[in-house]
DNA sequence: CTGGTGACCTGGCTGC
DNA sequence: TGCAGCCAGGTCACCA
């Protein structure tokens, strides 16, 4: 499900709700995400309380206070988190809450379990996950320069590049899609092929892409939904994705729909060379 | 190191 | 109506 602007508007969404506020409970009630939550994270979360919260690539990391540590949060393909302070009974696939003492609830639910909640207590920016993740595409260091320098002598197509995270996180199928559209790059393109000026474009183009979508609150194709139940609205924007067969909305051209590395590309055979 | 593939898991949709 | 097969916002482990 979620890429960084999902990600993003849920790490907004949760933030009011779970900062400087005393944690009373963890209730777990399926351990068997991506990887076991740890059978201690209960005590490991008891009485203290989160400081800060932040997002890195599709990481959401809480730190406790004090420096007892810090819980990771990913949302694999259908996760989704929600604050709330009156959550009815968990029902299926609502595998883990977070009980504050103010009665709120910060509630996990995951229908295909590829998400993971662990917890850390060193810097979370050593940990095993996030250590060798790329720069943050709405950072410091990604341009074209960064783009074009690393992808020298690469075989790979560039729609595998930009979505690999030691290149660059957050970018995932459908922002992939959307940002080689805007830049005119057909998604084949191999990588090491591509000039510095159509770098600087397609970083642009991620940059653009990303920001758009998290003023929209994301993309809501199925089951995305942020914090508060709301949908995000940027499926109105797409320009490609999810709309093979249809019209090219600069060229009129039927968009072609190809498979790669088993992901749906979408892409203009007219726009994009 | 690089690139390609299968694996994890559940449910919705399509077509016979 | 039933059911097999395919598909889905991710990414790690493993192989050549």
Redesign the pocket.
């Known amino acids: ?3 960084l602007p ?1 990600v993003e508007t849920t790490l907004r969404g949760i933030s009011n709700g779970i900062l400087h506020k005393k944690i009373k409970s963890f209730d777990c009630r399926d351990r ?1 995400l ?1 990887w076991p939550i740890p059978k201690n994270m209960s005590s490991f979360l008891k009485n203290e309380n989160f400081e800060s919260a932040y997002r890195r ?3 959401i990391i809480l730190n406790l206070a004090n420096k007892k540590g810090s819980v990771l949060i ?5 996760g989704k988190l929600r604050i709330s302070p009156n959550l009815k009974q968990p029902v ?2 609502e595998h883990w809450d977070i009980n504050f003492a103010d009665g709120w609830t910060l509630r996990y639910t995951d ?4 998400g993971a909640l662990l917890k850390t207590k060193q810097d979370p920016a050593n940990h095993v ?1 996030i250590k060798n993740l790329g720069p943050e595409p709405l950072g410091n260091g990604f341009n074209g320069e960064y783009l074009f320098k690393k992808s020298r ?5 560039i729609k ?2 930009i ?1 690999d ?1 030691k290149i660059v ?1 957050g ?4 922002y992939a899609n959307e940002a080689l559209f805007m830049a005119g790059i057909r998604p084949t393109r191999k ?2 092929s591509i000039s510095r000026a159509k770098y600087d474009l397609l970083s642009r183009s991620i940059v653009m892409t990303l920001k758009e979508a998290i003023e929209a609150g ?7 939904t942020n914090a508060k139940e709301a949908p ?1 609205y940027f499926k109105k924007e797409l320009k490609v ?1 999810d709309r093979a067969g249809e019209p090219c909305l600069t060229c009129g051209k039927a968009l072609k729909e190809i ?1 790669q ?4 590309t979408v892409y203009c055979t007219n726009c994009q060379s």
């Open positions: 499900m979620p890429e999902e068997s991506r690539g599709k990481y990913h949302l694999g393909m259908s299926k696939h229908i295909r379990k590829f996950l002598k690469r075989t790979l197509p595998n590049f979505m995270s996180v970018v995932g199928n459908i990588s090491g994301g993309t809501t194709l199925r089951d995305y995000g994705y498979r590395s088993n992901r749906q």
